[in-house]
């Protein structure tokens, strides 16, 4: 059952304008949200996380944005850079929980 | 960088066969996880760690089996590989709640 779900597959950008990916959960005991790149042939590595006491957390061009009771997440990048050209995974933990449940992934792409 | 590594990086073996990869890691850390990656499936848990020889099942552990003798490696074994089991697997250690999880660099394994 996929409890962490991100629907769109992929996602094409220009470069210096903004990225949204999407992020929807089933699983209302989620309360840690996570976002993690991955480029090819490396292992996935943590971007930016929020906590579901919070509604938004910044780190430089990256924004990652929650809506508890749409149970929705969105990560913004602002400006996009072809090097943000990677897989982005969504995660979610449980409090005191060890199976922490990753969306399909968007591969996005962000052309000069 | 967190000091994990996965060895082999690749690997193509015969249906039945057992295989083994190896996750070590120098930092000293309880948890460790195998996870899986596959395409629309995004990473999968197969087993985790949180001790020597403390092990328990994730959402993907048919056909899979662990061992921890020392803090610093983590086993996967496929007692009898089949083709099912084709797939990127990674490793990861817990590094707090807010961080998540630092990955291997993955094993590509092919099943023929």
């Known amino acids: 059952d996929q409890q962490v779900k991100q629907n769109s597959p992929s996602l094409s950008v220009q470069e210096g304008r903004i990225s949204i990916l999407n992020c929807d959960y089933t699983?209302?005991?989620?309360?840690?949200f996570l976002w993690y790149k991955k480029y090819p042939a490396e292992g996935p590595t943590f971007l930016i996380s929020i906590s579901s006491i919070k509604d938004k957390n910044e780190d430089g061009r990256f924004t990652v944005f929650l809506n508890k009771s749409a149970k929705h997440l969105s990560l913004h990048i602002v400006p996009s850079q072809p090097g943000d050209s990677a897989v982005y995974f969504c995660a979610a933990s449980r409090p005191n929980n060890n199976d922490m449940r990753f969306g399909a992934g968007t591969r996005l792409t962000v052309k000069p | 960088d967190a000091g994990i590594t996965q060895s082999p990086r690749h690997k193509v073996t015969e249906t039945g066969t057992p295989v083994t990869l190896r996750c070590h890691q120098t930092e000293n850390h309880r948890y460790m996880y195998w996870y899986r990656q596959d395409p629309g499936h995004g990473l999968r848990l197969i087993h985790y760690?949180?001790?020597?020889?403390?092990?328990d099942k994730g959402e993907v552990s048919d056909g899979y089996s662990v061992s921890r003798s020392k803090t610093e490696d983590f086993l996967l074994t496929l007692e009898s590989a089949t083709s099912s089991q084709t797939s990127v697997y990674f490793c990861?250690?817990?590094?707090?709640?807010?961080?998540?999880?630092?990955f291997g660099s993955g094993t590509r394994l092919t099943v023929v």
């Open positions: 990861a250690i817990s590094v707090g709640q807010t961080y998540g999880y630092t």
């Open positions: 760690s949180y001790g020597v020889k403390d092990t």
């Open positions: 699983n209302s005991m989620f309360d840690y």
